[in-house]
């Protein structure tokens, strides 16, 4: 199945900001299309998103360079190659561009055509994208991690910790998960208005809530597993980014909304001291990006209790994880196709990820589009977790949504572990599932 041609154009997340379609046609006319999220809070490692700076146009964030280079580079470069070996397509595209971190035509570029292909070679195989990414061997439905509460960069720092999920680790099928999610979720919009503390909602679709300290939040997430009628930790656990490499400044943790700076030491500490407290079952980058011996120090304080995932640290980059892995320093990683730019790159981090008996989460960016690609490599990989944020929103729940599609395709064999996942790398679980 050989390429005909390759085209990209301009259109918008969910931020309302500019970004990358492609679409590969193939010689039998049957094409592909393939969307590019795009962060806020990124990681410094990440792949180059290539923006074309210009502050007339788009206030400098247009991507009309990178399409230009999907025209001028990539289409005559791929014309005639063969679509279904994804490996060597994407090689092609990284030998192209010749940079470290894709720079020169842009990861944007590179991976709205390495989707595209794949979306392409699975149409012209006329199967799902996620049969045709697991070579029919993803079954797996993924336990949602969803944001209840926004903050930090998502909600101009309203609070300091990112991201407040719920996971429904009680949940026996996927359908149960969001059932149980629709209601934590719901009650969650009642006590915020019910307290006056709702001032909108968050880049992930969870609310905006005006709270005083990290903590508030915390205990509000409680509170609307209670009101939902679930138990804290058994049914309904908690789950944190804490996304800490955008509180970190020379050398020290800073909580804007309560004025308080710790050392790493103590951050490490105080996060302790909330897995203690709290039905938290994962943290997400408690510590910043560069800080390996914070990361080394939590692994030891709550790494055997709960699910310690490396976003902003990883940057879904195989040599970092394989240094995270010989460190010791999480037990899960965040994945994200456009931190690394391409599918292979993709589906190589979260192989090296599961050789390594850790756990991938598969996840979307702040600024998301309709595309479902990230449901479909969940279920491919049987990476058994999905971070999309909210309960809400069409680009949230085009993922949410997709999952039910592949659900009911593969029928009496679609599999859900739910909370079991996590005795797969927590020795001693802090909550029972
Ligand atoms: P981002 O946030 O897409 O803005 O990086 C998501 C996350 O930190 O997990
Ligand atoms: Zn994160």
């Known amino acids: 199945m050989k390429i005909r041609a390759i085209d990209a154009f301009q259109i918008y997340d969910s931020r309302g900001n500019p970004t990358i379609e492609a679409v590969v046609t193939l010689d039998s006319g049957v094409c592909g299309h393939g969307l590019v ?32 280079n999907v025209r001028r580079e990539i289409a005559p470069a ?19 561009d010749g940079t470290q971190n894709k720079s020169r035509l842009g990861a944007n570029a590179i991976l709205a055509v390495s989707m595209a292909a794949a979306r ?6 006329e199967k799902s994208l996620f049969n045709y990414l697991g070579n029919g061997r993803g079954t797996v439905l993924p336990l ?50 019910k307290w006056g503390k709702l001032s909108g909602v968050a880049d992930e679709g969870g609310y905006w ?22 138990e804290p930790g058994r049914e309904v656990a908690l789950s944190l980014d804490i996304a800490a490499s955008e509180l970190y400044r020379d050398g020290q943790y800073r909580f804007g909304v309560e004025g308080r700076s710790f050392s790493s030491e103590s951050f490490a500490e105080l996060l302790s001291s909330w897995v203690d407290r709290y039905p938290i079952i994962s943290i997400e980058d408690p510590m910043a990006e560069e800080d390996w011996e914070g990361w080394a120090l939590v692994r030891k304080l709550f790494g055997d209790r709960v699910q310690l995932i490396g976003d902003d640290l990883f940057t879904t980059n195989l040599q970092r994880i394989q240094k995270g892995v010989e460190l010791g320093v999480a037990n899960a990683v965040l994945i994200k196709l456009n931190q690394i730019g391409t599918v ?39 990476a058994g977790q999905l971070k999309v944020g909210s309960f809400c929103r069409g680009e949230r729940t085009a993922k949410w949504n997709e999952l039910l599609r592949i659900q009911r395709e593969l029928g009496s064999r679609a599999q859900f572990s739910g909370g ?14």
């Open 37 to 68: 999220p795009s962060g806020a809070s990124t990681g410094r490692n990440e792949a180059l998103e290539l923006r074309d700076g210009d502050p007339d146009r788009f206030g400098g964030r247009s991507v009309f360079r990178a399409i230009e």
């Open 78 to 96: 791929l014309s005639g190659h063969d679509v279904t070996d994804q490996p060597s397509l994407d090689r092609r595209l990284m030998d192209l």
């Open 120 to 125: 392409a070679a699975a149409a012209g195989m």
């Open 144 to 193: 949602p991690e969803i944001q209840l509460f926004g903050g930090g960069r998502h909600a101009n720092g309203r609070v300091d910790v990112q991201d407040f999920m719920i996971v429904a680790v009680g949940a026996e099928t996927y359908e149960q998960s969001l059932e149980m999610t629709f209601d934590v979720f719901h009650a969650a919009g009642e006590l915020l208005k």
């Open 209 to 230: 809530p005006a709270f005083e300290s990290n903590e508030e939040a915390i205990e509000a997430a409680i509170g609307a597993i209670v009101a939902a009628g679930y």
């Open 344 to 382: 292979t790159e993709t589906l190589e981090a979260i192989q090296a990820t599961q050789r390594a008996g850790w756990l991938p989460v598969i996840s979307a960016r702040s600024g998301e589009t309709e595309d479902t690609f990230i449901a479909h490599l969940a279920v491919a990989t049987n």
């Open 420 to 433: 079991r996942i996590y005795g797969q790398i927590l020795k001693t679980p802090k909550l029972k599932v």
